[in-house]
């Protein structure tokens, strides 16, 4: 499988690592074209920056 | 005061877990068990720690979830490597305000250690409330740990007055806890830094 690109970290500049994703069904509720049908919400994606320690959480990618 | 743990020291950055008092009801003696935690947890070389009121706590209470944050405490859970809840047991559940509070992040939650320190009046010592909690911790993001703390009969555990720890026993207990508890916030801190999802 082809590695994923890194996001940078918006504190710091930093390399994040793309650690764990969960469904939203809230944010589904708030924003029905964010919802993936085969999940029925949001698939959300958490990265974490090892240097600064910040989270980011963004839509899913794939 | 003494160090406990000395293995636990970390080479880079200092673990933080702080302590989160989840009751703001007059007369609590879950306040004593939060000192003594809080205590116990500074005394752990390589952590660092800060103690969360919920009394002290200006959520709004005509909103819920994310849309109440409040920038300092979601700072620090953001900072966190693992939380310590301490809450006592009101009917058989948790205080409806430790919820509230809690609901106010998610990202910030994400694959960090909890521990959950139960307090009571009876004999039981929080049982109900820590397995209350548990499934409350797993959406949230959170990682428990397989060690908890109870205080039953809270009244004769500590001096009413002082705050005093009354039952020696208590202190080799909390280890055990906080043992664990290190344990996960090194495992989980490492995995959200280097463990990527492929």
Same mark, same amino acid.
């Given at each position: ?16 690592? /793309? ?19 085969? /999940? ?5 994606? /958490?990265?974490? %920056?090892?240097? %600064? ?10 | ?198």
């Amino acid at each position: 499988m082809a590695e994923r690109k890194k996001l940078k970290c918006p504190g710091c500049g930093g390399e994040m690592n /793309f650690h764990a994703e969960k469904v939203d069904y809230s944010q589904a509720l708030a924003d029905p074209e964010s919802m993936d049908p085969e /999940f029925g919400g949001a698939l959300e994606e /958490f990265h974490t %920056c090892p240097r %600064c320690k910040l989270t980011v959480e963004r839509p899913a990618t794939d | 005061m003494d160090s406990m743990n000395s293995s636990t020291r970390l080479p880079g950055k200092p673990l933080f877990i702080p302590v989160i008092l989840g009751t703001p009801r007059r007369g609590r003696r879950s306040e004593h068990v939060a000192d003594f935690v809080l205590s116990r947890v500074a005394a752990i070389s390589g952590v660092e720690t800060e103690l969360f009121d919920v009394r002290r706590m200006a959520f709004s209470t005509n909103d819920a979830g994310e849309q109440i944050r409040d920038a300092a405490f979601s700072a620090a859970m953001m900072r966190a490597d693992a939380l310590v809840l301490v809450a006592p047991e009101y009917n058989h559940g948790y205080p409806g305000i430790l919820k509230h509070v809690l609901d106010s992040n998610l990202k910030e939650y994400i694959h960090k250690a909890v521990g959950i320190v139960g307090v009571s009046a009876g004999p039981w010592g929080g049982t109900r409330v820590i397995e209350n909690l548990l499934p409350v911790m797993r959406e949230l993001g959170l990682v428990t740990i397989f060690w908890d703390g109870n205080f039953p009969n809270v009244q004769k555990t500590f001096d009413k007055d002082t705050g005093a720890l009354l039952e020696p026993a208590y202190v080799r207990r909390l280890e055990k806890f906080t043992n664990e508890l290190v344990w996960m916030a090194k495992v989980l801190r490492y995995g959200r830094e280097n463990v990527a999802i492929e």
